[in-house]
């Protein structure tokens, strides 16, 4: 086994850079370092809660779109950022008030979910308080074996 102790950052390909990085100061992170964007290096923002985001680009196709969720076609990578919130009516009335559209939702054994995306249609799950999404999908399938 390769010991980890957690994730140290997740990168996200972006388009528009004052869009993108408006979009994740709303959410609360901070740019702590430009890398280079402009040479396809990172600028690198930081949540209070410790979340690291590093947006690369520019990308230099499709831009808006993503297609690991929006095409018929399904190819491999990384679909989604999962994040645990303190408070599910907080989350849903911040996304309301500042007019992100929420794209997904779903409630399962108290745990509220919503799905949002960022300028380029990367996905964001906000996951609310309770079990986390792992135990409910764990705990679905082996009641569904019994």
Known sequence: M?????????????????????????????????GGYDAGHPLVMLHPAGININLLGPATARAGENILMDEKS????????AVKMKSAEDTRAFVEKH???????????????IFIRDPDRNVLELVGP??????LIAEQVHSQEQ
């Open 99 to 113: 007019g992100i559209k929420i794209t997904g939702e779903r409630s399962f054994r108290g745990t509220e979910t």
């Open 130 to 135: 309770g079990p986390s999404v792992a135990t």
């Open 74 to 81: 399904k190819y491999p990578g990384i679909t989604h950022i």
């Open 2 to 34: 390769l010991e980890m102790s957690n994730i140290d950052h997740v990168g996200i390909r972006i388009s528009d850079r004052d869009k993108s990085v408006a979009f994740y100061e709303l959410l609360g992170f901070e740019m702590i370092a430009d």
